[in-house]
């Protein structure tokens, strides 16, 4: 089992600071970032109310609409937000990928965070690292 000096001394995953990110962005890119997260939402709201076990009072047209829109919307998301940003943005100075800053910690070993803890349960024993890695060695 790692020592927790040997696991504290792994480095913390580089986060992907979205709000700074945004500011580097030009107006036109951001209002068409802004329209598609928009419509993407919109597909969601769709799809919940559509959803399996769920009695829907929608349209057959924007009952089918909602699941195509979810993917070809994000596709459209994904393409304009990669072409806005400078080449080389998701990407952390040891070439390894950042991760969203929007999830909270994340353990440096195992990678579990707040909303998704290990299987065995943990808490954090210190910032970047859970208790699961430091009692059990989680790789």
Do not use: Y
Request: charged content about 20%.
């Amino acid at each position: 089992m790692p020592e927790i000096s040997e696991l504290m001394a792994r480095p913390a995953p580089e986060r992907f600071d979205g709000a700074e990110a945004w500011t580097k962005i030009p107006a036109a890119a951001q209002a068409a970032i802004g329209a598609i997260a928009l419509e993407l939402t919109l597909a969601w709201h769709l799809q919940d109310a559509a959803g399996p076990g769920v009695e829907s009072a929608l349209p057959p047209v924007a009952a089918r609409v909602a699941g195509i829109a979810d993917s070809e919307l994000m596709a459209e998301l994904e393409a304009t937000v990669v072409d806005a940003l400078p080449e080389g943005a998701f990407t952390a100075a040891d070439g390894g990928p950042r991760i969203p800053s929007l999830v909270g910690g994340v353990c440096r070993s195992c990678g579990c965070s707040q909303n998704d803890a290990c299987a065995v349960g943990c808490a954090w024993a210190a910032e970047d690292l859970c208790t699961a890695c430091v009692v059990g060695g989680a790789e």
